[in-house]
């Protein structure tokens, strides 16, 4: 018996890592002093006085039901790429590195490598040097047609230019950023909705939506990195906003007795929220806790600096405001 | 229709997340300046001159599948730190943060918190901060019974300590260091041999193992981080014997026109490599290309500091010899 006879064939997977090996290549910054395919990446760290690093691990989700549905890799690699530099950016960090880990059973190496193009294209945007990863074929765990992609990057920021959301006060404006749809949250609710419930198809055309819902559903997470870096020492704190929407990740931000008003007038969410929340009788402090509604990146802005950052950041409008008050995050 | 409707209960994940982070927290080293909860974990650069960042991404691979039979899941949590330790280690490093990507379908809560307890275990014994990770409940992509475990470290060495297998020169010993049986690799094989093809089960006692076949399956992937960070200075280069075997992890390390002879003679394997040759009829180059056989790290060392090696790493024994030649490498 051998090996390959269990259902791993080493020697396959060998020529698809090498293309792998190639696409991680050209998104090295000098500071990569490795070569591909030793047992670790080697990094060096940006000259900073006290630098912090900065990492996180988040996972595609379900949206990859969505590509596989729609039989198109190359988004996905995009939406974990973007979806972990806005979380470090959150802090203050710009990306230094990525790297991805995709388990699957019988992805054929041209959605494999579809997967790492889509990493790899983000990767470069950002500025994020794709050093590593893992590929693990798993027939055992994984069913045929089914896969994960999870991602884990580490940023840096200088030490006193840590975003600290104690900075956050009552008056300061709560200024949204336009997301580009779902981004990477909620989609085990919308699926059961969209096509669970009201047996729609990915290829299904809806009115008021400009694309198919595939297309639709897959539009890539967008990263607030470009637009919003060079202003990050004029804003108090950032949210991400992603599993547990407005609710959740603006709430673990607060400090004490300070509280947070998000005004639904205050922006016209993407047709698909509405869609969804049509076809499933959705309750609208539902849709606010799951969904990003239109806004992915919510601002903290003392009342100054806000003309500046709205004049500066495309689409971005305010939202809400921080007041005094014990009660949270209220989206009225 | 609700969020938790669609399989996913956000309240009943946020109480295990909770305890999950007190774990987190028993690890932090006073380099760990964030709280448990935001979008990324704030981890200080180790004061060193030039210093390299080392990072690595390993899956525990089936050996999941073992812990899903015995009903025990502690064990992986270990096996996933202690592999990309020594992953790291093989580069100069010690390790400084690691982060988890557990995916899922409906673990218990009380399997998760096993899990994490076992990460966060070998994360202090390794000197190592848990400082996040991401836990996915996916029921559209695992089945009830399945889970997927990953793991993403960082360590730092001084730049001119950063161990170049360049130096690997004919006339050096190849030491190995013994294995606490398979560690993380070769599962896919062992299992079609030992339970589909042989019709054992994890409670199976097979003559020559000490433990049932469940238990000596489940060992946990040893750390050689104490054995061998202090002799690093004395050692040309390390290879981490995972998948691939010796062949795949000491290939790759091989400077130009030299090449490696191990001697299977030089080391009784553990009686579970037996076994699982005997029952899979499997051949001997498979068995050398799969598994560690009972060496799970390999050092190679000039002949001037073979002696203190060996006398300084309980268990250590020379199981080869580098030679001149570009046939890679040969176990005879």
Known sequence: MLYRDAGVDITAMD??????????????????????????????????????LVASCDGVGTKLVIARLCGRYDTVGIDIVNHSVNDILTLGARPLFFLDYIAHSKLKPE??????QGLGKACRDNGCSLVGGETAMMPDI??????DLAGFIVGTVERNK????TRISPGDAVIGIPSSGLHTNGYSLARRVLFDKAGLKVSSRIKGLTRSLGEELLRPHRSYLKPVYSLLSRIHALAHITGGGFY?????????EVSVIVKKSGWRPSPIFGVI??????????????????M???LFVAPKQTDRILGSIPGSRVIGKVVRGTFGVSVV
């Open 15 to 52: 020529a698809v890592k090498r293309r792998i090996a190639g696409i991680a290549r050209s998104t090295f910054s000098p500071g990569v002093i490795s070569e591909v395919g030793l047992f670790g990446s080697l990094c060096r760290v940006p000259k900073l006085r006290d630098p912090v």
């Open 111 to 116: 959605s494999l490598l579809a997967i790492v």
């Open 142 to 147: 994984y069913r045929p047609h089914d896969f």
């Open 162 to 165: 840590v975003i600290d959301a």
């Open 248 to 256: 959740g990740n603006i709430a673990r931000l607060l400090p004490h």
């Open 277 to 294: 929340q049509r076809l499933g009788n959705v309750p609208d402090e539902e849709m606010y806790r799951t969904f990003n509604m239109g």
């Open 296 to 298: 992915g990146m919510v």
